[in-house]
Each structure stands twice: as structure tokens, then as C-alpha cells.
């Protein structure tokens, strides 16, 4: 199941009066499914990052959700 979580949208100054003209019946369903990662690709990435961690002398840690 999908929850709703905190979402950042960002649009150019010169574009938050901007009008759209859309024809409602050619609005498609947004697709929520979550795409897996291939389990090799996820793995290499976890053990680059945990090596690079490893390696860092000043380590900096951002966790956004």
C-alpha cells in the first residue's frame, strides 16, 4: 500500500501564473507502482557507499523523507 509522504515541487518564478488549456479526457491515471531495483545493482551501490563511508575522515550524513 501507498502512503502519502512530504513531496517538494518547485516551479520557476516565471512560470507560477502560467495557465494550462488541457482537454480533460486525454489526462492519463499517474502510475503509483514502485519500481524494484535489480537486486545486483542494489547490492554494488550498498557496497560502494558503504566503502566510500568508511574511507570518508569528515563524514556528512543528509536523511530526507
Not at 502510475?31 to 574511507?55: G, Q, S, Y
Request: proline residues 9%.
Amino acid at each position: 500500500m501507498l502512503k502519502g509522504r512530504p513531496v517538494y515541487i518547485a516551479l520557476p518564478v516565471d512560470l507560477n501564473g502560467f495557465e494550462l488549456n488541457i482537454n480533460p479526457s486525454e489526462i492519463k491515471p499517474l502510475n503509483l507502482t514502485i519500481p524494484r531495483n535489480p537486486k545486483d545493482v542494489h547490492a554494488a551501490a550498498l557496497e560502494t557507499i558503504i566503502d566510500i563511508a568508511k574511507r570518508a575522515q569528515n563524514i556528512v550524513v543528509v536523511v530526507d523523507a
